[in-house]
């Protein structure tokens, strides 16, 4: 029997609808992904020299130095501020204010110093300022007279869905050229905020009371960001610091005394794991290099937190830890795997978006896929397409005096969309609640060359839109937000 004019019409939609979703599952599953060829003439990969202008020791006796602040409550309105005095402790305070030169508040903090063989730290001062007004900028001062120092930071804005925000991805970064360049393209990107994946200073390196010295070089390599904007600290294998052949064996006792993180207002027992919210993203930040397996306290931690996101309030969900779970270079490749197998598992239940690491000196960035059906007895042994999983993003690309990770394993596995092996940094600039865009950002030989980015759409508000409707007095609050901004 002849088909009708009608029926045919009827057939189109859905052949057309069919088409669509058949090239447009091709486009996100199968499409291969690209490895750059880009090779630049890389700087030589060594530290910069210790009297080099970029370490200098401010002026004045005992004046503060490697000045850095992060973020020192739950959801945005304390800061902690940390100094180094070398000579003598001084005084802990930070006088604090709105405007510039007149310093209403006064903060009192604390001091400690440390040894590592025989070198002695100087007078490592944490300060807490709390009750800060959101979205607002601070001018604050520490030491005194000659040796005194200014800075200033701006809070972020209350926790909002729709806040926008602009976050900085840096890794690896050590203290080489190739890091300094680095941290000023960063500086010229505008973020607000750095999320750092681990591995500050490679002090490690060096041997004996060298170790020292290099932290509080990179410390005053850092100022010149950190001081001005927070740093969400997550540590890196080189922070360990285990080096029994000079008699230190306590994991982590540099990095603990020099970077404080917020991490008891998140119910955390320990530095190394923490959350912390900031405008519309809940941040959580892992510790490659604690107990992280069944019943162990970061295991456990971490259980509670992804039941306190809430994609009302904060609809990013970002994860930072230092070794990537998928990562297809040769250096450091199926590090990952042992935390693979405990957290992606929650990472797709909870539809992070996006998870950042380092680690491995090159840049990659992987389409949605997971691997969460594998058993040792049965079941898929290959990550798979995956719309509730996230995007993960190795960043580990500071410059560091390691040198980058040149060979990417051949050939590129599907889950794989763009990997090159460069140094760089990353930007999220989230729009609101449904759009964040992501940029990574080659030193192109000195240059910042933008060179691969995307449109993030939310995992909780990008997709299924009709189905999710803002509680009330959520919508209140926006509405209360635009109107005063
Ligand atoms: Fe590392």
Redesign the pocket.
Known sequence: MMMTEVNKRKLVLPRLVLTFLLLFTSITNVVAGTTSRFVRSEWPSVDIPLDHEVFAVPKGPNAPQQVHITQGDYDGKAVIVSWVTPDEPGLSQVHYGTSEKKYDFTAEGIFSNYTFYQYKSGYIHQCLLDGLQYDTKYYYKIGNGESAREFWFRTPPKINPNASYKFGIIG?LGQTYNSLSTLEHYIQSGANTVLFV??LSYADRYQYNDVGIRWDSWGRLAERSAAYQPWIWCA???EIDYMPYMGEVVPFKSYLHRYPTPYMASKSSNPLWYAIRRASAHIIVLSSYSPFVKYTPQWQWLREEFKKVNRDETPWLIVLM?VPMYNSNEAHFMEGESMRAVFEEWFVHYRVDIVFA??VHAYERSYRISNIHYNVSAGDRYPIADKSAPVYITVGDGGNQEGLAGKFRDPQPDYSAFREASYGHSTLEIKNRTHAIYHWNRNDDGTKVPTDGFVLHNQHWGTNLRRRKLKKHHLRDVVGWIASS
């Open positions: 690896d681990g591995d890196g294998n080189h230092h380092g680690h």
